[in-house]
Every structure is written in structure tokens, then in C-alpha cells.
């Protein structure tokens, strides 16, 4: 377990170091401070100097930005959970070795987009040998098919470019909305899959969120460990529903703020935030998913749920404020339709509808010795590493989520 530990430990700081060269030393400076503060007595100067560490992690974000072109490899993840480090240490203090710490805040697998998991769920597997021939298969398994759902479906399938007017536009944001959720899922699938190859289990960060029943159930859905830290860490700190209302509601508005700068530092991501906080509010407000009880009026509303948070997405590939009225104006224009474009939206969702179709899930997650279930899971792998090395597809590493 050592040995794994340490080399585990290596490829990561390597990793690290590979991808954001010598800013990786202030990596390296905030992770010293909090092994250095571990290791203090529970005293006064141990809480301030964990709580100049949490401000020196947030006043990380434009620093770094400043030095990376707007573009901060790893840090997201890096600071959320060095934050919940400190925070559940000060809160019941944990005896972790060195190592085990570091392994913690640099593991390769979530470098870039998670899972954000915690110390107390990561740690105590790095003492256990898990290294199994079963967590290995299933890790192969989702290393194959996150793979496939990266270079096959998210990169070319799906490939859409947002260069229309009225209805096309629609068509291609909803296409690229799509898109979006299958490349960050198969990032995740990819994470939890190289993890489980190394003995280590990290949770699923996504539940199927395009099938949300409102605007609130789609966050118990996407991004299900960024959701879960935000609300641990910030809304219930903040006071959560316990308040007045119009407290919840302000809550709800810091959170959904914080969400927005940890994905971005500039405008279109604050008022991605501000978007999701008002719908959220708004729902609750007037307990519209309670309200609606005819199926057409449910499926109606679902629909305008979906088709919202995929219009918002939109906002992440913005920069300025200009860039978002200029979506708007190009949206409300008039155009004809676009035959490529009503293919392409009717291709994206039948491969939505199959992803997340209950015999691929059971396929790729599931595990069992039957017979009929080993000859279609085999087969169905088979097929999609085969397409993998055949096909002469353009294949890339860049992840959407990598940008933010």
C-alpha cells in the first residue's frame, strides 16, 4: 500500500507540474501551509492561520488568472478541496499522514473537473487495499466507454457549430448543450474509472440531469459533488432555509454566485449564477413543481426547465457582456431551417435517449456473473473499443470543463 501510495503521490505532482509548469509551485506553497498547520496544536494561531489559508485558496483564483491567460488548470478542484480540508479539520480534527494529505489535494483522476470528493470519504481508502481484479474490470470499463463517449460521440457525433440565426441557433445550442453534458460526463465517467484501476472509489457526478423535474432537481443532478460542497460549505454556513425568506432567497444567491465564479472569473459566468439563483427562487416562491398537477402542464414545464439551462450554457463560452446581447439579437431573428441542423438536434437527442438508457447504465455500471448479462456486456465493449482504434475519427483531450 505504501508503494502504491508514493507512486500514486509521483504521477500526480507529475501531472500537475506537466500540465501548469512553474505556477505549480504555489500549488505546492498552499499544500506546505496546510500540512505545516496539520500538524499544530489546537490553538488560536492554528484557526487564524487555517483561515488566512482558505483566503490565500479564493484570493488564488485571479492571481493565478492573471498569470494563465484566464485559464486556471486544476486550481478549481485543488482549492474546493484543500477548503473542505481545513474547514472539516478545524471542525473535528483528523489524524492523516503527510502523504495521505497530499494525495488527497493532488490526485491526478479529478485534477481538472472533479469529482470533488472529501478527505473523509478519500482517505481512509488509501490505508486499504482495494486493488482488485473486480475494481480493476469496472474500471476498464468505464475507461473504455467514458473514452468512447469523449472521442466518438462528444467530439464528432455531436459536433455542432453556433453560427446561426433564430431557430437554427436554437437547434445548435441545444445541440451544443447536448454536447457540453456528454463531454463532461465522459470526463467524469474517465476519473472514476482511472480511480477505481487504483483501488480508490470516487462517487458519480451526474444522475441523468436532463431528465430533472424543475430547476432544482437539475442540481441534485449535474455536478452532483460541486452541488453537494457548495451547499456543505456555503449555503448552510450562510444560514440555508432556516431563515426568513428572503434570507433563503439571498443565500441561494451568494451560493449560486460562488458557483458561478468557480467556474469563471468575468461577467457571463456571474450572470450564469444570477440566472440559476432566480429560477431557483422563483420556483420555490410560487411552488410551481407542486402547482402543476396535469402531466401536460408537468411535461410542458420540464421541457421549459431543460431547454433554459441549455440556453445558459451558452453563456460559458462568452467572455464580455457585448457577446451576450449579441446572442440575443441573432436569436430573435428571423431565418428559414436549416436541414443539417434539424438532423444533427435529432441525432443529439436520440443519443441522449440512449446514454441514458437503463440497459447501457446497467451494462457499463453494473456488475454480475450471469451469463446472458457477461455475453452483452462483453459484446457491447468489444464493439466500442473496436470503434475506438478503427474508426479514423478526430480525436481530442480538450475537455470543455478544462477551459473553466
Known sequence: MRIRNFI????????????????????????????????????????????????LLICGFPILKGFSNGIIYGYSVFSFSAISYIVDQIRNKKNYSSIDTLIYLFFFPKMM????????????????????????????????YGFFLKMIIADNILYSTIDGTGLNLLMQSVIFGIQFYID????????????????????????????????KDFWKKWNITLSSWLKDYIYIPLGGNHKSKYLT??????????????????????????????????????SLQHRLKNKTLKFGFRAIVITITILLWQLFRFEKFDDIIRYCNDLFQYSTFNEVDIISLITSILVLIAVESKIIKHTIFGMSMERNYIIVEVTFLSIILMLLLLCPFKYTFNFFYFNF
Open 113 to 144: 473537473a472533479g469529482p470533488i470528493v472529501r478527505a473523509a470519504d478519500f482517505i481512509p481508502q488509501l490505508s486499504i487495499m482495494n486493488l482488485k481484479i473486480v475494481s480493476i474490470y469496472k474500471g476498464g470499463k468505464l475507461l473504455i
Open 184 to 215: 463532461f460526463y465522459s470526463y467524469s465517467i474517465i476519473a472514476v474509472g482511472l480511480a477505481l484501476c487504483l483501488g480508490i472509489t470516487m462517487p458519480y457526478n451526474f444522475d441523468n440531469p436532463y431528465s430533472a423535474q424543475s430547476f
Open 8 to 55: 500514486i503521490l509521483i504521477v500526480s505532482i507529475l501531472c500537475y507540474a506537466y500540465v501548469i509548469h512553474w505556477q505549480f509551485l504555489i500549488y505546492l506553497v498552499l499544500s506546505g501551509g496546510i500540512l505545516l498547520i496539520d500538524k499544530l496544536k489546537k490553538t488560536r494561531i492554528k484557526k487564524t492561520l487555517s483561515w488566512l489559508t482558505i483566503l
Open 249 to 286: 432567497q439571498l443565500n441561494v444567491l451568494i451560493t449560486f454566485i460562488i458557483s458561478g465564479l468557480w467556474h469563471g472569473l468575468s461577467f457571463p459566468f456571474i450572470f450564469w449564477g444570477i440566472c440559476h439563483a432566480l429560477l431557483v427562487n422563483v420556483e420555490k416562491y410560487f
